[in-house]
């Protein structure tokens, strides 16, 4: 197999920046999802509900916006907002920092599943132009270098293999998962902590499943792959949904994570494939109008549904891609990988992983046998 694509999303939710290289660390690419966008409510009666986190899912307005490397190439990226056809606003631009100064900005903690982090307020400015752009109050968030949050239930390598008894009602898979998660089960060790994706530092997909899902839309209509919001994209793969029962992969890279050329023969890096990645509403969205499709490719998650809902422990969601944490140990673990760079399976699991279910302490694989 080969590394097709790598992306980051330096501002949550928003559409990605494509890599033709990147740096693989503990907490993930650099700079990806260090930003959040958050609506103010100041009305809301709730002040827990009065700073709403933005994501895809339930703002397809955020499909408006694309980010790409700033041509000056001194530290910036450039967000661009592209208003819908038809619409009285103009398209522009803002640059950010990837690692903006922080010294006079006001400190707040933002909760995004129920795991907390420091985070930075980034002003009245650049407030002003999210603001603008949506027709209502933003707040845009940073989590600065050394920030992360806890990793939730099952999700990290080593996590404890049980969660308490989950309410089965609730809408929503992530808020299920980690609305019952004691504070005893969210794994603390500092080198996994997140930034602000959701569930894994790495979403690795492969071609071969986003092929089967453009076979299932109309002739001509593929499916764009960053609707699945991957950070690592794969080809190669032995079939569609290989991936399921991948427990590890290991990418051929000759610089370590501290930036030092590798002394070893294998020259490999490690990613420690832990848990499904469930799917929502977000793969229907338009990117074109910033609204749910209402086309063919609006019912690509309903499609999905037909046979991809194979997480036992979750058999409500469909089920494309693999979360990711960096294997090994050490300051120098992790590495510089580009596209084109070979990859192999170096860990396969005799069964699929799962989410807990309710009163059930089984969260891994009865099988992880390593390939030599």
């Known amino acids: 197999m080969k590394i097709k694509e790598l992306y980051i999303h330096p501002v949550k939710s928003l559409r990605p920046i494509s890599l033709s290289s990147a740096l693989l660390t503990p907490t993930g690419i650099p700079h990806d999802r260090r930003y959040m966008l958050l609506k103010h409510n100041p009305s809301a009666s709730d002040p827990a509900k009065r ?93 600065p270098k050394g920030s992360t949050r806890q990793v939730l239930g099952n999700l990290a390598p080593n996590a404890p293999a049980s969660v308490t008894k989950q309410n089965s009602s609730s809408s929503s898979w992530l808020s299920t998962l980690t609305a019952y998660v004691p504070e005893s089960l969210m794994w603390k060790e500092e080198e996994e902590g997140l930034t602000f994706a959701d569930c894994a530092p790495y979403l690795v997909v492969t071609e071969e499943s986003v092929r089967d899902v453009s076979t299932r839309l109309p002739d001509g209509a593929d499916v764009d792959v960053t609707k699945f919001r991957p950070n690592i994209v794969l080809e190669g793969a032995d079939e569609a949904y290989d991936e399921d029962y991948w427990g590890a992969i290991s990418i051929l890279s000759s610089t370590a994570g501290n930036g030092n050329r590798r002394d070893d023969e294998s020259l490999e890096v490690e990613i420690l494939l832990t848990q499904n990645c469930l799917r929502c509403q977000s793969l229907n969205i338009d990117y074109t109008n910033g609204t749910y499709a209402k086309t063919e490719k609006g019912a690509v998650l309903k499609k ?69």
């Open 51 to 143: 700073l709403q986190r933005m994501t895809i899912t339930y703002f397809a307005e955020l499909g408006l916006f694309t980010q790409s490397l700033s041509e000056s190439e001194d530290g910036r990226f450039t967000v661009t907002f592209n208003p819908p056809p038809g619409a009285e606003k103009e398209r522009t631009r803002l640059e950010l920092m990837f690692e903006p100064e922080i010294e006079a900005l006001e400190e707040m903690e933002v909760d995004l599943h129920g795991s907390r982090t420091r985070a930075m307020n980034m002003g009245r400015e650049i407030n002003g132009w999210f603001s603008d752009c949506f027709g209502w109050d933003v707040v845009c968030v940073y989590m």
């Open 304 to 372: 999905l549904m037909k046979d991809r809902r194979v997480d036992a422990g979750k058999k409500h969601s469909p089920v494309f891609g693999r979360y990711g944490f960096l294997g090994g140990k050490g300051e120098g673990r992790g590495g510089m990988v580009c596209v084109g760079d070979e990859v192999r399976l170096s860990k396969r699991n005799g069964e699929r992983t799962m989410f807990c279910m309710s009163g059930s302490t089984l969260c891994l694989p009865k099988t992880n046998a390593n390939l030599e």
